[in-house]
T-cell receptor
Framework: TQLLEQSPQFLSIQEGENLTVYCNSS?????LQWYRQEPGEGPVLLVT???GGEVKKLKRLTFQFGDARKDSSLHITAAQPGDTGLYLC??????????WGAGTKLIIKP | EAGVAQSPRYKIIEKRQSVAFWCNPI?????LYWYQQILGQGPKLLIQ????????DSQLPKDRFSAERLKGVDSTLKIQPAKLEDSAVYLC?????????????FGPGTRLLVL
């Protein structure tokens, strides 16, 4: 069974600080996606990474896919209260199914 | 472009009762997914449709859960009878095709509380 482990499970920091959340697996994925979910809403796609070693930037968010395509990280620079949410990673397995992590609940305090 | 619509948004029922959820995917999306998300966890796939055919229902508790997508557009998910552990958010998502890295678009979910 493929698993994606996310860490930390919960993170609460002050506005302006930097943070990194991680998504790790022992399995290889053909692609990996990061979603953000706000209370009362469904997840919304932030980015898809496909190539090992790939780095993508979305304003203050930097996403990296590991060289072996087994892990990924999300780094947020100068976090803002609007970044608060549940961050979920999901990897595509060989059957094109999405394997989901449990998420990192992020709270940015003003 | 309209997003994925789900109803109802909230439902409270007693155990052993029945409940049904409805989903209208984005127009033209062939693939539809139903997920169960328990508080503090990531989404768990219950069933995946490609048009009106089932692609994967391996994690659907078939003794109590059923789903259909008769005309390849709207879908309903039913629970009968409900158990306390069914309390969760039920998310519907759709995508254009089945492919690696394909974006799934989610509805707002139906929050179910079983008492």
């Amino acid at each position: 069974t493929q698993l994606l482990e996310q860490s930390p499970q919960f993170l609460s920091i002050q506005e302006g600080e930097n943070l990194t959340v991680y998504c790790n697996s022992s399995s290889v994925f053909s692609s990996l996606q990061w979603y953000r979910q706000e209370p009362g809403e469904g997840p919304v796609l932030l980015v898809t990474v496909v190539t090992g070693g790939e780095v993508k930037k979305l304003k203050r968010l930097t996403f990296q896919f590991g060289d072996a395509r087994k892990d990924s990280s999300l780094h947020i620079t100068a976090a803002q209260p609007g970044d608060t949410g549940l961050y979920l990673c999901a990897g595509t397995d060989s059957n094109y199914q999405l394997i989901w992590g449990a998420g990192t609940k992020l709270i940015i305090k003003p | 472009e309209a997003g994925v619509a789900q109803s109802p948004r909230y439902k409270i029922i007693e155990k052993r009762q029945s409940v049904a959820f409805w989903c209208n995917p984005i127009s033209g999306h062939a693939t539809l997914y139903w997920y169960q998300q328990i508080l503090g966890q990531g989404p768990k796939l219950l069933i995946q449709f490609q048009n009106n055919g089932v692609v994967d229902d391996s994690q659907l508790p078939k003794d109590r859960f059923s789903a259909e997508r008769l005309k390849g557009v709207d879908s309903t998910l039913k629970i009968q009878p409900a158990k306390l552990e069914d309390s969760a958010v039920y998310l519907c998502a759709s995508s254009l095709i089945i492919a690696s890295g394909e974006t799934q678009y989610f509805g707002p979910g139906t929050r179910l509380l079983v008492l």
